[in-house]
């Protein structure tokens, strides 16, 4: 079956617009991840969602920053009003049900930010 | 707060090598470890999880074992190949949801 889908694969705006990327998780997979890796920084954990209950928003940097998923499945990171120190690879990855710490997680090629 | 620390930042070895990558975490209450597999310009693939309960796991050439008391995880690749040449990135999960702590990974690269 189909990994997890992210598009697009690289963007380049300007800085001040809106930016949406998207995640198509793996079908049946209801925990759904973002997170930011940047150059220094390592792997940041942004936000996720498990199914209805409430995200977890902890991990993103600040409310220019918000997600949705919607029916279960795709979900949507939005950043308005980019900022340079948004350049980084957006990575989303997925996971399944059944036991959650134990099941591994599948990433997505990312989203290759740009902001100019 | 959790730290995860991976040591060394980089490793070139010949062919045919074992491959020895280090990892260290500061809070011992994990739920899993994981080591992924990063290569340029892709996302992550997990080559192995090791469950809090366990020790090791193995997959193939890879054995990866835990010793959460000293805070420590160990990579093992046999016999390395240029084809192993990538980034590898220890996380440790951090909650039941399976949200996952990275260190900051060793770029190894395996020369022929």
Known sequence: ??????????????????????????????????????????????????????????????????????????????????????????????????????????????TRLTVT | KQEVTQIPAALSVPEGENLVLNCSFTDSAIYNLQWFRQDPGKGLTSLLLIQSSQREQTSGRLNASLDKSSGRSTLYIAASQPGDSATYLCAVGADSWGKLQFGAGTQVVVTP
Do not use: M
């Open chain 1, 1 to 110: 079956g189909a990994g997890v889908s992210q598009s697009p694969s690289n963007k380049v705006t300007e800085k001040g617009k809106d930016v949406e990327l998207r995640c198509d998780p793996i079908s049946g997979h209801t925990a759904l991840y973002w997170y930011r890796q940047s150059l220094g920084q390592g792997l940041e954990f942004l936000i996720y969602f498990q199914g209805n209950s409430a995200p977890d928003k902890s991990g993103l940097p600040s409310d220019r920053f918000s997600a949705e998923r919607t029916g279960g499945s795709v979900s949507t990171l939005t950043i308005q009003r980019t900022q340079q120190e948004d350049s980084a690879v957006y990575l989303c990855a997925s996971s399944s049900r059944q036991v959650l710490y134990n099941s591994p997680l599948h990433f997505g090629n990312g």
